[in-house]
């Protein structure tokens, strides 16, 4: 089956400094990714979708400034969360497809998740 | 706008015994497929079975089976001979089918409890 890494798993920082997601498709291409934020005890919500080559497209009240994403390969996306603040902190998790699978009913690949902790 | 409902927040099982988690969705398109992913405690999201808009028979994989009842907009996951790592969060999920790659839409899910 499609892998997805997804690094780190835990991150603990300061309040104010930024951090750095990764999402690897390892074993497949996807020319899209979608990452979700998870509270605790809550559903999976989706914050952005991750275009390979250009501009994420964002859920309505999710702030691009604060949260970027970057696509720049077809087996990597990166979400910074920006001057993260203690209201940020949650479980953030990547998802993809394929591309050769686009247009199918198949189901997404997700990655580990990463456990973000602002202090 | 697609919409998944999960009307229970928890649900208890015997070990060995078969349990229904409900699952009700929403979504003008005509083309789309449902989903059931499993979450431990660990955070992953592991996939679990789907059935497409247009499959006629329900889908099966192991123990699990989906009751897809299109005309009721349902699509609740039977689990049967409950067994003890079966206790996770599961989540019903929805994506639509068109030319690229949807993502899925998501219910509040079902915190299920296998009881000794």
């Known amino acids: 089956g499609a892998v997805v890494s997804q690094h780190p798993s835990r991150v603990i920082c300061k309040s104010g400094t930024s951090v750095k997601i990764e999402c690897r498709s390892l074993?497949?291409?996807?020319?899209?990714m979608f990452w979700y934020r998870q509270f605790p005890k809550q559903s999976l919500m989706l914050m952005a979708t991750?275009?390979?080559?250009?501009?994420?497209?964002?859920e309505q009240g999710v702030e691009k400034d604060k949260f970027l994403i970057n696509h720049a390969s077809l087996t990597l996306s990166t979400l910074t969360v920006t001057s993260a603040h203690p209201e940020d902190s949650s479980f953030y998790i990547c998802?993809?497809?394929?591309?050769?699978?686009?247009?199918?009913?198949?189901?997404?690949?997700f990655g580990e998740g990463s456990r973000l902790t602002v202090l | 706008a697609q919409k998944i409902t999960q009307t229970q927040p928890g649900m208890f099982v015997q070990e060995k015994e078969a349990v229904t988690l409900d699952c009700t969705y929403d979504?003008?398109?005509?083309?789309?497929?449902l989903f059931w992913y499993k979450q431990p405690s660990s955070g992953e999201m592991i996939f679990l079975i789907y059935?497409?808009?247009?499959?006629?028979q329900n889908a099966t994989e192991g123990r699990y089976s989906l009751n897809f009842q299109k005309a009721r907009k349902s699509a609740n996951l039977v689990i049967s001979a409950s067994q003890l790592g079966d206790s996770a969060m599961y989540f019903c999920?929805?994506?639509?089918?068109?030319?690229?790659?949807?993502?899925?839409?998501f219910g509040k899910g079902t915190r299920l409890s296998v009881i000794a």
């Open positions: 991750s275009n390979e080559g250009s501009k994420a497209t964002y």
């Open positions: 059935q497409g808009s247009y499959d006629e």
């Open positions: 979504t003008s398109d005509q083309s789309y497929g």
């Open positions: 999920a929805m994506r639509e089918v068109n030319s690229g790659n949807t993502p899925l839409v």
């Open positions: 074993d497949f291409q996807a020319t899209t």
């Open positions: 998802s993809a497809r394929p591309s050769r699978l686009a247009g199918g009913i198949g189901e997404l690949f």
